[in-house]
């Protein structure tokens, strides 16, 4: 029987194209650096300092990791993309701190420093700031935002989309990248053309949330860098109270729209847009069902607080409970009110309302609705086969039949998302937490929504070195949907 064996020198060749490319990205990723000198500038001409040194070290780091593998060209397998996007989002999450870090504002540790920039890469939103956002300088509150901007759609995305030319395999970047369960599916011929849209329709839509927010009453500043954190679905604020610190229910009904309209599958929002039709939405299941469940956890919500009588007016009790449903389901984190404090099951409503809310191919966090939706199809086929064990029975997503392939890699996601969630719960107990904080910190940060109940609500400044650290680990396996970085730690993905 034949053994076939790879000489070594033909792994390190494929590793040279995986430094070529991340050494290239880590270039781009500097010059995000250049829009908060320009803020700085413009306002308080104090943080420059930080964020030349951050422009500088990201630019030469990239620029020493390029330069020995400059002229390789090799064409980038699968197991490639999922490995230089895993290096990108764990290096991103360290070069993205030293603005942070070396500001020395509200930052006092490099692990808090991290844990910000994570926090805005994966769209998360939670803080190590316990008070002081509307004090901080205004380049660092648009750097949290525009982190939130970049994270959203993703800069392996973008890279794809603007810079064919690097002579990598696009489509092994894109699949790494996309959120959701079908990975394959292009909205064009070329990949690149792809990215290019999905990129297109985002900065789109986020021109016309900060129209909206300053149209709203917002300032010019704040309009922008809560758009970006809108449409990006973080939640990171200017303002230590976060939206309700305008007390606007004009601003909170534009919120609610572009929340849910990040949290929808950008491919809805292309055809809509190309074919000038809303018909669109209303025929995707996955919009539809998307509804129903924030429909569903409001009306549930909206009960207990209507017969505590938690606020006044039942008008008011309707649309906050709405918007916080939709803040927290679709992994935003914005807030106007703690419910940690509301009455009855509420409080962990919102925390579930993570889990379910967020479409696939949008850059909401969670589980997603489509993996949802093939869930209770396939538990309800299984009930079906105890009774017809020979029938033939497919599952069908809005009349196309979907591969089993696909709904056993779901069912395989939820084991593993939920232990994942039970496991680092227990972890963040060990670090001193009680159980339902513990709970909602792993809830909030794997599913990339931000806020979580009790002392971490607005703040995670009071979790511990260690915790901190853990959190950290849940928010990139839950931007980076579990497999993807999971993937790269299994020894047969290094085996060739």
């Not at 991103?92 to 504002?105: H, M, V």
């Not at 916080?324 to 509301?342: K, L, Q, R």
């Not at 792993?442 to 607005?458: C, D, E, M, R, Y």
Request: charged share 10%.
């Amino acid at each position: 029987m034949a053994h076939w064996t790879v000489h070594p020198s033909t792994r390190m060749h494929r590793f040279v194209a995986v430094q070529r490319i991340t050494g290239i990205l880590l270039m781009l990723f500097s010059f995000s650096m250049v829009p908060p000198i320009v803020v700085d500038q413009l306002y308080e001409a104090t943080t420059t300092g930080p964020f030349l040194m951050g422009l500088w070290i990201t630019f030469l780091t990239g620029a020493v990791i390029w330069w020995p593998a400059r002229n390789e060209r090799a064409e980038l397998k699968t197991r490639d993309g999922f490995l230089i996007t895993v290096l990108f989002w764990g290096v991103l999450g360290i070069f993205g701190a030293i603005p942070f870090y070396f500001a020395d504002e509200a930052w006092h540790s490099y692990t808090d420093a991290v844990f910000e920039s994570v926090s805005g890469l994966t769209t998360t939103g939670a803080t190590t700031v316990a008070q002081g956002l509307d004090d901080l300088p205004h380049a660092l509150n648009y750097y949290r935002s525009q982190l939130h901007f970049l994270g959203g759609m993703g800069i392996v995305v973008l890279a794809v989309a603007v810079l064919p030319m690097l002579g990598i395999g696009g489509m092994q970047l894109y699949r790494a990248e996309t959120p959701g369960p079908m990975k394959n599916s292009k909205l064009t011929p070329r990949i690149t053309e792809t990215a290019r849209v999905l990129w297109f329709v985002y900065l789109g839509l986020t021109g016309a949330c900060g129209v909206a927010y300053w149209l709203a009453g917002m300032s010019p500043f704040d309009a922008l860098c809560h758009a970006f954190s809108t449409l990006g679905t973080g939640g990171f604020s200017t303002h230590d109270q976060s939206l309700g610190y305008f007390d606007s229910s004009a601003i909170e009904y534009v919120a609610m729209f572009f929340m849910l309209v990040g949290a929808l599958n950008f491919a809805i929002h292309f055809a809509a847009w190309r074919y000038r039709s809303l018909a669109f939405y209303w025929k995707d299941g996955e919009f539809r069902m998307c509804l129903m469940i924030i429909v569903g956890l409001s009306t549930l919500g909206c009960i207990p607080l209507l017969l505590a009588h938690t606020f006044d007016n039942p008008l008011d009790t309707i649309r906050i409970v709405f918007f916080h449903v939709i803040s927290y389901g679709s992994t935003t984190g914005f807030a106007t009110a703690d419910p940690t404090h509301w009455p009855s099951y509420v409080p962990m409503l919102m925390l579930l309302s993570m889990f379910m809310v967020g479409c696939g191919g949008s850059t909401a966090g969670g589980v997603k609705v489509v993996r949802l939706m093939l869930f209770v199809k396939q538990a309800f086929r299984e009930i079906q086969r105890l009774m017809h064990p020979s029938a033939q029975l497919p599952i069908k997503l809005d009349g196309k039949v979907v591969e089993d392939s696909v709904v056993y890699a779901v069912g395989g996601f939820f084991s593993v998302y939920i232990g994942f969630t039970i496991f680092l719960s227990f972890a963040m107990m060990a670090t001193g937490l009680d159980p339902v904080t513990a709970f909602s910190a792993v809830a909030a940060a794997i599913n990339n929504s931000g806020p979580g109940l009790g002392p971490i609500a607005t703040s995670v400044a009071t979790v511990s070195f260690v915790g901190k650290w853990i959190l950290t680990f849940a928010m990139l396996l839950g931007r980076l949907e579990i497999f993807t970085l999971l993937i790269v730690f299994t020894p047969s993905f290094w085996k060739r």
